[in-house]
């Protein structure tokens, strides 16, 4: 089921489908406040912030940050409840992630779920409720899954750049 803020979009939206592009903009850009807020609450308060995870947890997303940096923080920021969001917003202060970056990856990833659930909200009324619940999942894994191919594939494309300007020159 989706969260608080999901299901506020949603009635909302349902109620007054010509105004869903006012509610899809002001979730977005609350959720990215309070984002911002926390990532900068768990920037002074350090590793104290993450106490409330379990370390196992903690090693993993600290892995993903220094792995994949924004890519992590964009993708948990489309996937839908219970996956632990907040725990890759707080990670991303204490491991000092660059803000702008950091706001960008959120920005995007909640524009994205935000104008999904307040387009079916206008298009299907009450039903979209039922329609998320059932899809979404499905849809936030499907999506996050396409955004690491699209990284993996950028990625691969620029390691291959190189190689071919070297054997360019040396033809």
Known sequence: MPGGVDAVLLVLAASRP????IYVSAATIGSTAGCIGLYRISRR??????????EARQKRVKSLLDRYDVLSVLVASVL?????????????GVFRLNLLRFTLAIA?????????????????GEHAKELLARYYPSIGIGLALLIIALFVGRTFLRRAEPRTALSDVEN
């Open 18 to 21: 010509a105004w869903m592009l």
């Open 45 to 54: 308060a350090g590793k104290r912030a993450l106490s409330r995870f379990s």
């Open 108 to 124: 995007g990833g909640r524009l994205f779920r935000y104008l999904l659930e307040g387009y079916l909200a206008a298009r299907y």
């Open 80 to 92: 839908p409840p219970p996956f632990p969001f907040k725990l890759f917003v707080v990670s991303a």
